[in-house]
């Protein structure tokens, strides 16, 4: 089985990998996307539940084929595919039976063993099955799916519980490999339900990692910038560089840029018009506020919008309020980025545009 280009992955985050999310990130230089963990059992016995996880997936197809749109600067067509499911899950009959609802309209199927939230601890999976006493368990599950599925079977892990835990990390991936992953991504922290950054991520894990394998290793962790992103793969010699919480207030990172905050709002906006029934409105208005608040979180109108934004009650709203109040609050020749007093500098090395906000309608 061929494997999707592994360079810039979009990660999986809970309730933020949406489908016009995704589709934002592919067109501005992000090479992989996966959509959030998905639970086995709630795709197999919640119909709810599959049904509309089945209509983000397949949403991404639906728009790439849309013959009626002429509009050459707003085309999807490349963007829609390659695409990852993840799912997570301690049963390896269930973990398989759930990917064969979705492994046709995706890429391949991904292994979360790095979730560290509460409910991954009482429910035992993701990140609290790197133990070695569970060791047999998930080398069960990846071994079941490489054999029983139609496309490539990957992981996502964290940081073995260990004295040495670069050594143990390495062990555990010589063990996913030798069950069938086709590449394994290490985030390398280890699992904390309080906190979920607990330091920085330790990266010679991931060259260690790297080292130790045959197939390839996504590094995750540790980027904010697109410079950050070229670290991060010299110091590992990783294959791709997966980046998750900074996308989410730049999802132009990828292709080394910042955009103006309004108009990448704007943009998302129109993928979730062109994908009705797609993404949850409270899942956009929290889109919005991070690319606000990822450059502007420190002005002193951003309370104003934060509160503003959770009342509304459609994107017609959310347009009105980018358009008419955040324009004027921002004054009406504010430049994308005042390197004098912006919260985000320009010596990172990424690209800032020029555009001018000005001329919008208050």
Same mark, same amino acid.
Request: net charge negative.
């Given at each position: ?13 809970? %309730? ?9 990130? =592919? #067109? ?13 059992? *709630? ?11 089945? #209509?983000? @997936? ?12 002429? $509009? ?27 990917? /064969? ?7 391949? @199927?991904? !292994? %979360? ?7 991954? *601890? ?24 490489? /054999? ?53 991520? $330790? ?5 260690? !990692? ?19 992103? =070229? ?42 018009? /062109? ?7 409270? @899942?956009? =208005?929290?889109?919005? =506020? ?7 979180? #420190? ?15 459609? @994107? ?13 609050? #921002? ?11 912006? $919260? ?8 800032? /545009? ?9």
């Amino acid at each position: 089985m061929s494997l999707p280009d592994l360079t810039h992955v979009s990660a999986p985050m809970v %309730n933020q990998s949406d489908a016009p999310f995704r589709l934002l990130t =592919r #067109r501005y230089g992000a090479t992989l996307t996966y959509t959030q963990m998905l639970e086995p059992s *709630r795709l197999l016995n919640d119909r709810e539940y599959l049904e509309f996880h089945l #209509r983000d @997936i397949q949403a991404q197809i639906a728009l790439s084929g849309d013959e009626n749109d002429v $509009d050459d600067s707003s085309s999807w067509d490349g963007y829609a595919r390659p695409l990852i499911v993840q799912l997570c899950g301690n049963n390896p009959e269930l973990v398989v039976r759930a990917a /064969r609802q979705v492994q046709t309209h995706c890429d391949g @199927i991904d !292994l %979360n063993l790095g979730c560290p939230q509460e409910h991954a *601890r009482e429910c035992h999976f993701g990140g609290y099955l790197l133990g070695k006493q569970d060791w047999p368990l998930v080398q069960s599950m990846v071994s079941s799916m490489s /054999r029983s599925l139609l496309v490539p079977t990957s992981a996502k892990t964290r940081l073995c519980p260990s004295s040495d835990p670069r050594s143990a990390t390495a062990t555990f991936g010589q063990l996913l490999e030798h069950a069938g992953a086709s590449w394994v991504t290490l985030h390398a922290r280890h699992v904390s339900a309080k906190r979920r950054r607990q330091g920085a991520a $330790d990266l010679d894990a991931v060259r260690t !990692l790297k080292e130790t394998l045959s197939v390839p290793v996504i590094s995750n962790g540790n980027v904010r910038t697109f410079d950050d992103v =070229r670290v991060n793969l010299e110091c590992t010699r990783a294959d791709g560089a997966m980046v998750g919480e900074a996308l989410l207030g730049n999802p132009t990172l990828f292709a080394g840029d910042l955009p103006d905050p309004v108009l990448i709002s704007f943009e998302y906006l129109d993928i979730c018009k /062109r994908l009705p029934d797609v993404t949850p409105l409270n @899942i956009m =208005r929290t889109h919005v =506020r991070r690319f606000i608040e990822f450059q502007c979180s #420190r002005r002193p109108w951003y309370p104003k919008f934060r509160g503003a934004i959770s009342e509304c009650q459609s @994107i017609g709203d959310i347009e009105d309020l980018l358009h008419r109040k955040v324009a004027r609050w #921002r004054g009406k020749t504010a430049k994308v980025l005042d390197t004098k007093d912006d $919260d985000i500098q320009g010596s990172s090395g990424v690209h800032v /545009r020029e555009d001018v906000l000005g001329s919008v309608e208050t």
